[in-house]
């Protein structure tokens, strides 16, 4: 198995705030991140608490050791490190994992990816590093972790709804949710299609799970459903996770560089500035084809440039 770069764990609120303790009492310096409790780094061991979650995100040199002298003894009160198959071994039996990208950004598509996995390309994923898309922290490392898992052969499929569909179908359905599950429930049944033996899907848990089970189809309404929280643990969800961030990070880049303009994730200042930049350059009719409208960003900018 190659060297172990980074690790994620769930938390809850009394482990993080013993965390926070321990890494103070050890002389960590702390600094304030967004989406953080808190992040705190000693030499090379980089450690980021989300508040998501809550869950933890270990990177740099020195995980194994602070994974197995410090966090697991004393932090989560057991051994999972190498002991994966033991403690989720629903991770290695085959199942379809789902995910999504691009729902909270103004700018750029919705990407909806799902991953098939036996025990076997469980196992290889793994030992690849693949992990949940938003614990990596660069395009280049989402872009080399998506080919390991094309070049794995693990079944996939992506849809990726670009803002001016995404603004139809909104406009028709009326509600995330239910858009979220409608592309959701494409996946599954095209990944039905493909691997027909496969018994179980998992996605992140939706704010009303029979959302997407009213939503699936023919194929998909005869296997299994899961959704939980947290459901990136998993390897086939991760995989996905990380499969829908490379078509989400991709159609920005492509579709910046046709209009000249950088177009950036999230909702900050600078994806105001960049969608006040498009309606300036291509009119506003533009700005349907690059941003999802129902965003109050996307009516502020609007406001902001005369137009309602």
């Not at 508040?51 to 050791?65: F, N």
């Not at 429930?185 to 704010?207: G, T, Y």
């Not at 498009?278 to 506003?284: D, E």
């Amino acid at each position: 198995m190659p060297p172990l770069h980074s690790q994620t764990y769930p938390l809850t609120s009394d482990q993080a705030e013993k965390l926070r303790r321990l890494l103070q009492e050890r002389g960590f310096s702390f600094l304030e991140k967004p989406y953080t409790l808190f992040t705190a780094s000693k030499e090379k061991l980089s450690i980021a608490v989300y508040e998501k979650g809550p869950k933890v995100l270990l990177q740099g040199r020195g995980l194994e050791d602070f994974i197995t002298y410090v966090m697991e003894p004393e932090i989560l009160g057991e051994a999972r490190l190498g002991y994966e198959e033991v403690h989720s071994p629903e991770q290695f039996d085959p199942h379809f994992g789902v995910d999504e990208s691009g729902k909270g950004d103004l700018l750029g598509p919705l990407v909806i990816a799902g991953v098939f996995v036996d025990a076997d390309l469980a196992r290889e994923l793994r030992d690849a590093g693949v992990r949940d898309s938003k614990g990596i922290g660069t395009d280049k490392k989402i872009r080399e972790l998506a080919e390991v898992i094309r070049r794995s052969g693990a079944p996939s499929e992506v849809i990726v709804i670009g803002p001016e569909k995404y603004n139809q179908l909104y406009g028709t359905i009326g509600n995330l949710n239910r858009l979220l599950a409608w592309g959701h429930a494409r996946i599954i049944e095209n990944l039905c299609i493909r691997v027909p033996s496969c018994p179980r899907a998992l996605s992140d848990k939706f704010a009303d799970a029979r959302v997407l089970q009213k939503a699936l189809l023919e194929n998909g309404r005869k296997i299994q459903l899961d959704q939980r929280t947290k459901a990136e643990s998993d390897y086939a969800v991760a995989a996905a996770s990380i499969l829908a961030r490379e078509g989400f990070i991709d159609w920005l880049e492509r579709h910046g560089k046709e209009l000249g303009i950088t177009l950036p994730k999230g909702v900050s200042s600078k994806v105001k500035d960049a969608a006040a930049e498009v309606i300036r350059m291509f009119g506003p009719g533009m700005l349907n084809k690059v941003a999802k409208m129902h965003f109050k960003t996307a009516a502020e900018v609007l406001s902001a440039a005369g137009m309602k």
